[in-house]
């Protein structure tokens, strides 16, 4: 296997980038997801107004794929409405299930598409999909 | 400084079918010897049949193989009697036959339990769920920064009234031996009993049940190079006599009628059901494997690779180690973190160099959180290794960095 494949330059750029990683104050949406055997952490919050989603943020620990997804997510669900953020989410899990090839997903993801080459890594999918789901079930149950 | 002589490698088929891979996840589980393989393949080709049920040749062979690995784990651990080792599926049901069978008979609302903060989660769960549906009390003995349990963390916390101190003989995540000696010791002062965990140190050195006074004493098969699925739950026999039967079924009985049953004696009480026969006698192979070896040769050999490993690690000032680098307090494990790396990360770029380490929080998460490290990178040797299994793992470690971007 081709470590550039997974390390690229964008997931490490996420990986050490803090802009999305910070508490949020006014927050609609709070989840926690975690992966037991690896130890990923994440705890995502997300400010919700008028369907839209005009703030997110996370906090927590994890590898470098997990990180760089969860802040690759947040940069493009922000600023996106509920149900659009669904579709992405539902995009990217397909993305990585193989069942959605790169090109196709490209509108939808933007830059995220890097992260296609995970389906061909089975220890790292979990890593990838943390965020994803976590984001699912925020959207799933509102903090109020 | 004995180097990279493979004594014994060539005995291990693993590493010929994988000549490229080095693996140092031992305290996971351990690769077989041919000795332990060729028992197997012996019993189950050749020779297979129920234990204590036929009246034909090969049924009491078989149960004459059967109970002579009894003989031999007896020998293994010092004990006195045969019958005081009871055959498991491994240290997890162990613990929980002395949980559910001996505790959960004996201990009342508001008694005592004491563990330390090093704890498996298979000797910390089934305690900490006893203790919450009997309305026990669960203590911790916590450790230093070098992960030792100190002398006054046993005097305060194994105090009058304790019943029951369930303890590592070493951290399966960070290769720390604890007390034991002190800690049995102070327990029996106070009237408690002691289950030992010795999953990570049966394998490795040498045990006597007697001499350090163990009541209960566990351990797995497969850390010791024999199956999976077969362990031991060694313990004293007025204590064993004081249990009640774990599971019902067969073997376990005297005389079964339509109202009630009488059980049979020690060991069969314990052990229900047609057992992992193929695993008991595997353990039987390894323990004379071991005893081949020399358990000498073997704890001398691993603690030579820790040592050289410990040494080739602290020349990395981007390598921090966790817990004490002291192998006076260690066994052949070494658990470590790269700054600024997920120890998912370390172990994925080193899988792609064909190493296995181990990632994570090694069923020990109450320990984690209480160092607050979020995951270690876990190395461990066995017989087996050699310091080029360490000097590949320092090569490949140089890249790890590099890989996600830190430069260096």
């Known amino acids: 296997m081709d470590l550039s494949s997974v390390y690229t330059e964008i997931i490490m750029e996420h990986n050490q980038a803090k802009h999305n990683k910070h508490q949020l104050t006014a927050t609609t949406h709070k989840e926690r997801g975690h992966n037991p055997s690896c130890g990923d952490d994440i705890t995502l919050a997300l400010t919700v107004e008028d369907n839209i989603i005009i703030d997110a943020a996370y906090d927590g620990m994890g590898c470098a794929i997990s990180q760089a997804s969860t802040s690759m997510m947040i940069d493009l669900v922000k600023g996106k409405t509920v149900e659009e953020a669904r579709e992405k989410v539902s995009t990217f899990i397909r993305l990585i299930k193989g069942e959605v090839n790169p090109d196709d997903a490209l509108e939808a993801l933007e830059d995220v598409v890097v992260l296609s080459n995970i389906k061909n890594m089975p220890a790292r999918v979990k890593c990838a999909v943390l965020a994803w789901h976590t984001l699912d079930e925020a959207l799933n149950n509102p903090s109020e | 400084m004995e180097t990279t002589k493979d004594t014994y490698r060539g005995d291990f088929p693993f590493f010929t079918n994988n000549p490229d891979l080095v693996y140092l996840d031992s305290a996971a589980t351990t690769q077989k010897p041919t000795q332990v393989l060729e028992a197997t393949l012996t019993y189950n080709g050749a020779q297979h049949a129920n234990i204590h049920r036929g009246a034909y040749e090969l049924s009491i062979e078989a149960t004459n193989k059967f109970d002579a690995v009894r003989s031999k784990v007896k020998a293994f651990i010092g004990a006195s009697l045969e019958e005081e080792i009871i055959f498991t599926s ?169 109202q009630v049953t009488t059980f049979a004696k020690l060991p069969s009480r314990l052990e229900a059901g047609t057992p992992n026969i193929e695993g008991v006698i595997s353990l039987g192979a390894a323990i004379d494997y071991i005893n081949h070896i020399g358990m000498d040769t073997i704890h001398n050999h691993e603690m030579m690779l820790t040592q050289y490993a410990l040494l080739k690690l602290s020349e990395l000032d981007y390598v921090n180690i966790i817990g004490t680098t002291d192998i006076q307090f260690k066994g052949p494990v070494i658990s470590f973190n790269i700054r600024d790396v997920h120890s998912h990360d370390t172990a994925f770029i080193l899988d792609n160099a064909h190493i296995a380490i181990r990632s994570g929080h090694h069923c020990a998460q109450p320990l984690m959180h209480y160092m607050k490290v979020p995951s270690t990178a876990r190395i461990s040797f066995y017989i087996y290794n050699n310091t080029e299994d360490v000097d590949q793992l320092i090569t490949h470690l140089k890249e790890v960095r590099r890989w996600l971007g830190y430069g260096s």
């Open chain 2, 90 to 258: 491994g240290t997890t049901e162990s613990i929980n036959m002395i949980v559910s069978s001996y505790a959960g008979l004996h201990l009342e609302e508001g008694d005592e339990i004491v563990l330390s903060i090093l704890e498996h989660h298979s000797n910390l769960v089934p305690w900490q769920q006893l203790a919450i549906a009997r309305k026990l009390k669960l203590s911790y003995m916590y450790i230093n920064d070098l992960g030792i349990i100190e002398p006054d963390e046993i005097e305060v916390k194994i105090h009058d009234g304790v019943k029951i101190v369930a303890i590592t003989m070493m951290s399966n995540a960070i290769g720390v031996k604890t007390p034991i000696e002190a800690i049995i010791k102070r327990t029996h002062q106070v009237g408690g009993i002691v289950v030992v965990d010795g999953a990570q140190a049966v394998p490795h050195q040498a045990i006597d049940v007697v001499s350090m006074d163990m009541d209960f004493l566990v351990f797995s098969g497969h850390k010791m190079m024999a199956s999976t699925g077969v362990g031991v739950l060694y313990g004293k026999k007025a204590l064993l006599e004081t249990m009640a039967p774990y599971r019902y079924g067969g073997d376990m009985i005297e005389y079964v009628e339509e």
